[in-house]
């Protein structure tokens, strides 16, 4: 009775074991364990190009005119030589630009137009420039522009932030410090909430205009698709001239379109008397806006276009254009939803 259980266990043991096995070998099939194991691979490689920072080689630029008047080629002459709009510089700004809007955030600008939020305190290392304008370590004057603490510090800013800059919120702005992560400007910092204006986290920037003050020209691009964008107009502009002690150089950087004027009046240098206009205005930095070609008088009509577009720079900060084109910009860059950048 014993010998019979005994080989009763083992025939079923056995089987039990040779049924695990051949369920072993079919799970563990080798062609099915390399389909599995290529989706995973795929599957990681496509997580991967989604982490991926993009660069200028990932940016699809094409030309789909929104504009077409007064329009250069990509390379035309200019008297003796030849100017260019600098396309690999372009792609790399929108590589920059996919790459900060590709994670969810709050924006917000820094703000201080005029000083109308108050001057900015001094910073802990400053100079007098050629304007008599007290200046930061990094050139920018204290005039219209927000101070820029060290994080957790607050007995004096260490540089300024330009009225127009753009930067990510990292903290509540119901405190009396917000802090806030640089895109225009590099670093994470903290400044006074009063210099702070936050626009939300549903805005894109998929609207682009380029000012070149190398090459004094402007090119506008739109975002269509992933790293997709078309050129909507290519013309010459005018850009500030660095001639103390009225008119400033355009600066250099990343601006948003924070205010617009049909008609922009301007003061004769030196005194408060209103001289003219400019039309189709659109502010992206302290006194600094797109504008068309000024008038010499506030009753004269709209000048459509000026010898001096596309020369060499000669505005108090401002980029001049043909009127027309500052009507389409006026109109096709909305406010705090479309960007300036402002290369060399």
């Not at 109308?116 to 910073?123: G, H, I, Q, S, T």
């Not at 932030?161 to 405190?175: E, F, I, V, Y």
């Not at 917000?178 to 909430?193: A, H, I, L, R």
């Amino acid at each position: 009775m014993r010998v019979y259980f005994t080989l009763s266990f083992l025939i079923f043991a056995t089987t039990m074991w040779s049924c695990n096995r051949n369920q072993q070998i079919e799970t563990t099939d080798p062609l099915a364990q390399r389909k599995a194991d290529s989706l995973e691979m795929i599957r990681k490689a496509e997580e991967k190009e989604r982490k991926r920072p993009r660069t200028a080689d990932d940016i699809k630029l094409s030309k789909d005119f929104s504009y077409d008047k007064h329009t250069l080629e990509e390379t035309y002459p200019y008297k003796d030589t030849t100017r260019q709009f600098q396309l690999d510089k372009i792609k790399e700004k929108l590589a920059y630009v996919e790459n900060f809007q590709r994670t969810p955030a709050s924006y917000a600008i820094l703000q201080n137009r005029k000083n109308k939020n108050r001057e900015a305190p001094l910073v802990k290392s400053y100079h007098r420039n050629e304007y008599k304008l007290i200046s930061d370590s990094l050139g920018t004057e204290r005039y219209q522009a927000a101070p820029l603490y060290v994080v957790g510090e607050t007995e004096a800013p260490t540089i300024y932030g330009r009225d127009g800059a753009l930067a990510k919120l990292r903290s509540s702005d119901t405190l009396v410090m917000v802090t806030v992560e640089g895109v225009s400007f590099e670093g994470t910092w903290d400044v006074p909430k009063r210099y702070i204006k936050p626009i939300g986290d549903s805005v894109t920037f998929h609207r682009i205009a380029f000012v070149d003050v190398t090459h004094q020209n402007i090119l506008t691009a739109e975002r269509t698709g992933d790293c997709t964008w078309v050129i909507r107009s290519m013309n010459p502009a005018t850009s500030g001239v660095h001639k103390p002690p009225y008119a400033h150089e355009t600066p250099l950087g990343i601006f948003v379109i924070q205010e617009k004027k049909a008609k922009m009046y301007y003061l004769k240098d030196g005194t408060n008397t209103i001289q003219g206009y400019a039309p189709y205005a659109s502010r992206f930095t302290n006194g600094a806006y797109i504008h068309g070609v000024p008038t010499q008088r506030v009753d004269a009509p709209i000048i459509e276009h000026s010898w001096s577009l596309g020369t060499v720079p000669r505005s108090h900060m401002c980029v001049r254009n043909a009127s027309s084109h500052a009507k389409f910009v006026y109109d096709w860059a909305k406010t705090f939803n479309a960007l300036v950048i402002v290369i060399d």
